[in-house]
């Protein structure tokens, strides 16, 4: 795996994380 394409993976984990964890506070909330 090229280093590109691993940030680019790990950026995409990173919004992913950050989406459902926004998700969670609304469902909270």
Known sequence: M???QA???KTGM???ALG???V???DIG
């Open 2 to 4: 090229r280093l590109e």
């Open 7 to 9: 940030r680019r993976l």
């Open 14 to 16: 990173w919004m992913f």
């Open 20 to 22: 459902d964890f926004i």
């Open 24 to 26: 969670s506070l609304r």
